[in-house]
């Protein structure tokens, strides 16, 4: 988004209604305003009220610039001059993560909907994430059957269909449509991802991409799924070669880790993330990704020194992620000393750091695994 939508002049116009902030979550500064403006999803976007400091409008995901121009429109328009208090009332709810009463109020907002109303799709997907959230699956995929015929031709019968095929994945093996939901809503989502009309962004069909991967997990086809992770590795390589700018190209360097780890190449990300470090020698993204492809690989030392590179650049709830490499690393290579010390020192710097953003199931799981040593 920073490297292909923000830049975008035709957000210009919306320059004096709102104050931009971008929050780095891992920052120890920041914990506070993580509390009140709570994320659980990567990328996120608030619209605040600056009186209340309350959530209008929380924005799962990517988006288009037209796709935010709209969302800032109506949510400007709302609240300056407020018309729909049943709306609000649920983006509220939604923007303060309450889940399963969002889901709620947002289907009472669609209930009384106008037919062609310009706000159907927005709400849509709200409600989807919001029902995703709350485990309510079965919900999830009626809604999603329902919107995807209104929501043709235009970017949410994307997020719409993605929904569907992942709500449909979550149901009980003991469902008897569940196959028969997986495969119509995995088709939808193919058709989307493969529509060049459709306007959306790069990173959300490489997400679709990745669902689409585990629908054919899930069904049991290896031959599928391996045909699709390489569908989405060269779709991911075309976009990483269109990029002007190293951010840009850097944008998709995660997604396509991921896409080679799963074919069994992780070899294929070294020369992507060896560019990425050099041009972008101040995040410790690269090193950690290159740590993790040399793992991958069995080539312990050099995954070692792209995590002693890493780590000085790193901090808050990202450091762990990196330190518990440190630690697996350790174990591969059979040296159990170092790794019992590696998960005494993430454990205390995991326990050290902020309530907000103390990452509590990792901190389980180190106690669990030291338990041993004090026998």
């Given at each position: 988004?920073?490297?292909?939508?923000?830049?975008?002049?035709?957000?210009?116009?919306?320059?004096?209604?709102?104050?931009?902030?971008?929050?780095?979550?891992?920052?120890?500064?920041?914990?506070?305003?993580?509390?009140?403006?709570?994320?659980?999803?990567?990328?996120?976007?608030?619209?605040?009220?600056?009186?209340?400091?309350?959530v209008l409008v929380r924005w799962v995901g990517s988006a288009t610039v037209t796709q935010l121009a709209t969302m800032f429109d109506e949510t400007y328009g709302s609240y300056t001059s407020p018309s729909d208090t049943?709306?609000?009332?649920?983006?509220?709810?939604?923007?303060?993560?309450?889940?399963?009463?969002?889901?709620?109020?947002?289907?009472?907002?669609?209930?009384?909907?106008?037919?062609?109303?310009?706000?159907?799709?927005?709400?849509?997907?709200?409600?989807?994430?919001?029902?995703?959230?709350?485990?309510?699956?079965?919900?999830?995929?009626?809604?999603?059957?329902?919107?995807?015929?209104?929501?043709?031709?235009?970017?949410?019968?994307?997020?719409?269909?993605?929904?569907?095929?992942?709500?449909?994945?979550?149901?009980?093996?003991?469902?008897?449509?569940?196959?028969?939901?997986?495969?119509?809503?995995?088709?939808?989502?193919?058709?989307?991802?493969?529509?060049?009309?459709?306007?959306?962004?790069?990173?959300?069909?490489?997400?679709?991409?990745?669902?689409?991967?585990?629908?054919?997990?899930?069904?049991?086809?290896?031959?599928?799924?391996?045909?699709?992770?390489?569908?989405?590795?060269?779709?991911?390589?075309?976009?990483?070669?269109?990029?002007?700018?190293?951010?840009?190209?850097?944008?998709?360097?995660?997604?396509?880790?991921?896409?080679?780890?799963?074919?069994?190449?992780?070899?294929?990300?070294?020369?992507?993330?060896?560019?990425?470090?050099?041009?972008?020698?101040?995040?410790?993204?690269?090193?950690?990704?290159?740590?993790?492809?040399?793992?991958?690989?069995?080539?312990?030392p050099e995954s070692m020194a792209a995590l002693e590179r890493a780590l000085p650049k790193a901090y808050g709830p990202r450091k762990v992620r990196i330190l518990r490499l440190r630690t697996d690393v350790y174990v591969a290579t059979g040296d159990a000393a170092a790794a019992?010390?590696?998960?005494?020192?993430?454990?205390?710097?995991?326990?050290?750091?902020?309530?907000?953003?103390?990452?509590?199931?990792?901190?389980?799981?180190?106690?669990?695994?030291?338990?041993?040593?004090?026998?």
């Amino acid at each position: 988004m920073r490297a292909y939508v923000f830049t975008n002049p035709a957000l210009e116009r919306h320059a004096g209604q709102f104050v931009w902030l971008a929050l780095d979550n891992e920052k120890k500064s920041n914990a506070p305003l993580r509390k009140k403006l709570p994320v659980d999803a990567w990328p996120t976007y608030l619209l605040v009220d600056p009186v209340t400091e309350k959530v209008l409008v929380r924005w799962v995901g990517s988006a288009t610039v037209t796709q935010l121009a709209t969302m800032f429109d109506e949510t400007y328009g709302s609240y300056t001059s407020p018309s729909d208090t049943l709306l609000a009332e649920a983006d509220r709810l939604f923007g303060a993560t309450r889940y399963e009463e969002a889901a709620a109020a947002y289907a009472r907002v669609l209930e009384r909907a106008p037919k062609g109303w310009s706000g159907y799709a927005r709400t849509v997907d709200a409600r989807l994430y919001a029902l995703t959230r709350s485990a309510q699956f079965e919900a999830c995929v009626r809604q999603a059957e329902e919107a995807l015929p209104r929501v043709a031709g235009v970017p949410s019968f994307a997020s719409v269909a993605a929904s569907g095929l992942d709500c449909a994945m979550s149901l009980p093996d003991s469902n008897l449509h569940r196959e028969a939901m997986i495969r119509s809503f995995e088709a939808q989502a193919r058709s989307a991802i493969e529509d060049s009309t459709l306007v959306i962004a790069a990173d959300d069909r490489s997400g679709i991409y990745g669902m689409l991967v585990d629908a054919r997990h899930t069904l049991g086809d290896s031959l599928g799924e391996r045909a699709t992770l390489e569908q989405w590795a060269a779709f991911l390589e075309g976009e990483a070669a269109k990029a002007k700018t190293p951010d840009a190209r850097a944008v998709f360097d995660s997604h396509r880790l991921s896409a080679y780890l799963e074919l069994g190449q992780p070899e294929r990300a070294v020369p992507m993330l060896q560019a990425s470090e050099r041009d972008l020698p101040d995040d410790y993204n690269p090193p950690f990704r290159l740590a993790t492809a040399y793992k991958a690989m069995k080539k312990y030392p050099e995954s070692m020194a792209a995590l002693e590179r890493a780590l000085p650049k790193a901090y808050g709830p990202r450091k762990v992620r990196i330190l518990r490499l440190r630690t697996d690393v350790y174990v591969a290579t059979g040296d159990a000393a170092a790794a019992d010390r590696s998960r005494r020192e993430t454990l205390a710097y995991a326990e050290a750091l902020p309530e907000e953003q103390r990452p509590e199931s990792t901190i389980a799981a180190l106690k669990k695994e030291l338990e041993p040593a004090k026998q």
